[in-house]
C-alpha cells in the first residue's frame, strides 16, 4: 500500500506525481488536472448524506492503463451541523453538535455555528458568513502566510477549521486532539498512535480545498502530514502553527517575524519581502529570487535568470546559462535539450541523434532511438527496460512502482 521515491521517502499508495514543463516539450494533457498512479485499490465512499464523486483522468500513454486508477473522493453535504466523515472514504455519522435555542449549533471545540452563516470561535472573534475574522472589538485578524488566523488567545484558525492551540496541538470539531508528537486523543480518551487516521470534518463556512501559502493556492505536488505539516515542492514546511520553515532553515513566524538559523531577526521590507542569508530574497508571494537571477516559484519549478526558462523541480542553473535536469537531461541556453545518450532535441523539434542523423518521430509524437530509449513529447524517457524516467528525476517503473 506504499511506494518509495528515489530520495528513499515511503509515499502512501495515491501519492500523486505532478505534471511537469519542460523547455522544448509538451505536458500531458488530462480531462482533470490529477493523476493518480497507485499501486493497489481504490478508496469507496458512500452511505447517507455523503454524496461519492469519481475523477477521470485521460491516463499519459506511458504508463499501462492497469497500472493507474480513477480515485473516488467522498465529499459531505452538510444540511446540519452532525454529519462527520472519515476520510478517506469512510462516512460516519455522529451527532456531536448541541442544537442552541437560536438555532444555533455549538461543536464540542467551543465553535458556534450561527444561522446567518457566522461562526462565533472559542475566544470570542466571529468568522463572519464573507469569511472575514474579526475579534471581540471589530478588528479584522488579517491570515497569515500560510492561510491560518491567529486568534486573540493565541490560538490559530486554519482553513478547514481546525484550531491549532497556542500549545501547538490541534484541536478539531468533535473535541479530538492531535498532540505536537502526533499522537491522537479521542474525546472518550482512547489515544490512537502517531501517523493514525484522524477524523476530518467537513464544517460549514469552511473549505479545507481552499488553503493558501503566502496568498497563492497551494501548489499540486503539496503533501499534508497527519499532523496537519504541509510539505511544498520547493522544500519548504507549513507547520499546523502557521509558522514556515524554509530548506535554508530560517523560519517565517505566524506574526510575521523571519528568524534565521543563529536566532537573528530579519526585517519584512515595504513591499513585503525579507532578505535572506546569502542574498536570496523571499517576495510576498513565496518566490525566492537568488542573486543569479533564478527564481524559485512554490511549485517547486525555476525561473533561470539567464534564460527566461521555466524549469521543473530539480533543475541546476549552471554558469553558461544551461540547466541540468534531475534526469540527466540539460537545457541549453538556444533552447536545444541534450539527452544523457547524447542526443540533442533542436528548437525546431528535431531530434538529432549521436551519429548526426535525425531521428524520425511516431505519429504521436513519440522518438524511438536506436538504443531502444523512447523520448516522449512531454519530457519523459523510456528506457530499454520499459522504466519512465520523468524530467524531475523520478523513474516509473513498469509495474507502476515509482521510485
Known sequence: GTIRLRDGTVKPADFQLPEL????????????????????????GGGGSSTSTVTTTTIPTILPRENSTTHTTTTITTPRAGHSTFLPGR?????????????????PNGMVLRPDGSVLLPDGSVKQADGVVVDKDGNVLRPNAAGGVQLTDGSVLLPDGRIVTAAKDILLPDGTIVKKDGQIV??????????????????PGFDPHKATV????????????????????????????????????????????????????IEQSADGSYALPG???????????????????LDGTITSGATGQRLPPGAQTLPDGSARLANGMVVLPD????????????????LRLPDGTFATPNADGT????????????????????SVLRPDGHCVLPDGTIR
Do not use: W
Open 21 to 44: 514543463s519542460v523547455p522544448g516539450f509538451t505536458p500531458h494533457t488530462h480531462t482533470n488536472t490529477r493523476t493518480t498512479y497507485r499501486r493497489e485499490g481504490t478508496a469507496h
Open 91 to 107: 462516512v460516519t455519522h455522529t451527532t456531536i453538535a448541541t442544537t442552541l435555542s437560536d438555532g444555533s449549533a455549538r461543536l
Open 186 to 203: 479521542r474525546p472518550d480518551g482512547t489515544v490512537l498512535p502517531p501517523g493514525a487516521e484522524a477524523p476530518a470534518y467537513a464544517i
Open 214 to 265: 503566502f496568498g497563492q493556492a497551494m501548489p499540486p505536488g503539496a503533501e499534508v502530514a497527519p499532523d496537519g505539516t504541509t510539505t511544498l515542492p520547493n522544500g519548504m514546511v507549513v507547520r499546523p502553527d502557521g509558522s514556515i520553515a524554509l530548506p535554508n532553515g530560517c523560519r517565517l513566524m505566524p506574526d510575521g517575524t523571519m528568524i534565521t538559523p543563529d536566532g537573528s531577526v
Open 279 to 297: 542574498g536570496a530574497r523571499l517576495t510576498a508571494n513565496g518566490e525566492v529570487h537568488f542573486p543569479n537571477g533564478d527564481v524559485m516559484h
Open 335 to 350: 533552447g536545444s535539450v541534450r539527452l544523457p545518450n547524447g542526443a540533442v532535441k533542436l528548437p525546431d523539434g528535431r
Open 367 to 386: 522518438v524511438a532511438m536506436p538504443d531502444g530509449t523512447v523520448l516522449y513529447p512531454n519530457g519523459d524517457v523510456k528506457l530499454p527496460d520499459g
